[in-house]
């Protein structure tokens, strides 16, 4: 069974401009959920979505936004890039929504440097 | 709300023995482990939740106080592939919409 992927692996990118990310979670599961991950915050929660929906966000500013398609696919955007949205942006796929109870399986992350 | 880690990071040698502890100022539903090595993705370990049910796929001991609002995570007899980063995530409550984790604790085990 194929693990998370997510799409581009590395990415640098320069203040003002805006980038796309993309997983695709484990056959089956339909909850996608992105976490920013920082050294000196550690894991921060983005939001989540599933089936298409988006069900709940974290403390992130609105030019953080994202979308899931029909195939449980999901791409994040961060528009008008700031030097402190470097940081590994990962995805987690999970077969139901929500964390009870749910183990959740992460994909290796997107390395995003703002420069 | 985050949880607090302790300690933040601990070197052992292969065989010791070491304990790490996630507490949280509010009362908690349950907390979830997950072990990151540099340069991978975080791999679940265990959820523990409250009434005692655990849930995991490693033979890694875990502990959760509902009254102390906190769980310790036991790694006896280290193995060099138990190096990493432990983050734990909490949730407040049942059906609760996200996990909380916290900074993490950095476990480094030398031959």
């Known amino acids: 069974k194929a693990g998370v992927t997510q799409t581009p692996r590395y990415l640098i990118k320069t203040r003002g401009q805006q980038v796309t990310l993309s997983c695709s979670p484990i056959?089956?599961?339909?909850?996608v959920s992105w976490y920013q991950q920082t050294p000196g915050q550690g894991l921060q929660f983005l939001f989540e979505?599933?089936?298409?929906?988006?069900?709940n966000k974290g403390n992130f500013p609105g030019r953080f936004s994202g979308r899931q398609f029909s195939n449980s696919r999901s791409e994040m955007n961060v528009s008008t890039l700031e030097l402190g949205d470097s940081a590994l942006y990962l995805c987690?796929?999970?077969?139901?929504?929500?964390?009870?109870?749910?183990?959740?399986?992460f994909g290796p992350g997107t390395r995003l440097t703002v420069l | 709300q985050q949880p607090v880690q302790s300690p933040q990071a601990v070197i052992l040698r292969e065989g010791e023995d070491a304990v790490i502890n996630c507490s949280s100022s509010?009362?908690?539903?349950?907390v979830h482990w997950y072990r990151q090595k540099h340069g991978e993705a975080p791999v679940f370990l265990m959820i523990?939740?409250?009434?005692?049910e655990q849930k995991g796929h490693e033979k890694i001991s875990a502990s959760f106080n509902e009254k102390k609002q906190q769980s310790s995570l036991y790694l006896t007899a280290s193995q060099l592939s138990y190096s990493g980063t432990y983050f734990c995530?909490?949730?407040?409550?049942?059906?609760?919409?996200?996990?909380?984790f916290g900074k993490g604790t950095k476990l480094t085990v030398n031959p």
């Open positions: 509010k009362a908690l539903y349950s």
């Open positions: 979505y599933f089936s298409e929906t988006q069900r």
């Open positions: 056959s089956g599961h339909r909850s």
């Open positions: 523990l939740l409250k009434g005692g």
């Open positions: 995530g909490t949730e407040l409550r049942a059906g609760s919409e996200k996990l909380v």
């Open positions: 987690a796929s999970s077969y139901s929504p929500g964390p009870t109870g749910n183990e959740q399986f």
